[in-house]
């Protein structure tokens, strides 16, 4: 512990200043214009993968009916043949197309792609030939 002279000595003459209280100017506030869009070239993305899923139709089916299902089971689903699907990119909608058949697989012809914008809601989307 200090000695009252070891503080005196340690604090000098700071005691016997008188504390001055001054007024801070801050500069005016202003907004800084957001960043500049960039124009990143395709080739800077076109090797990232994204999965791609085309949305059939739905059904419902009891715990029950899942276990006893076996190989050849049909599955009705709520679509009717030749009806448009939604295809989805990473979970969002993306385009809407119709499934075709191609030799032994199944495929989409796409006939609309969504505007990015209106992602998520594809009756207000943009369609484009494709």
């Known amino acids: 512990m200090l000695t009252q002279r070891e503080l005196d000595d340690f604090l000098g003459n700071f005691h016997k200043q008188k504390t001055s209280i001054k007024k801070v100017k801050y500069p005016a506030l202003r907004a800084d214009p957001g960043l500049p869009q960039s124009r990143l070239p395709v080739d ?55 499934v075709i058949i191609i030799g032994n697989n199944l495929g989409i012809r796409v006939d609309r792609i969504y505007d990015p914008k209106t992602y998520n809601d594809p009756d207000k989307g943009v369609g484009k030939d494709g």
Do not use: Y
């Open 44 to 98: 800077f993305i076109d090797d990232v993968t994204v999965e791609i899923w085309a949305e059939l139709g739905e059904a419902s089916m009891t715990v029950r009916d899942i276990l006893n299902m076996k190989e050849e089971t049909v599955i009705e689903l709520d679509k009717p043949a030749g009806d448009t699907v939604n295809l989805k990119i990473n979970g969002r909608d993306f385009a809407r197309g119709e």
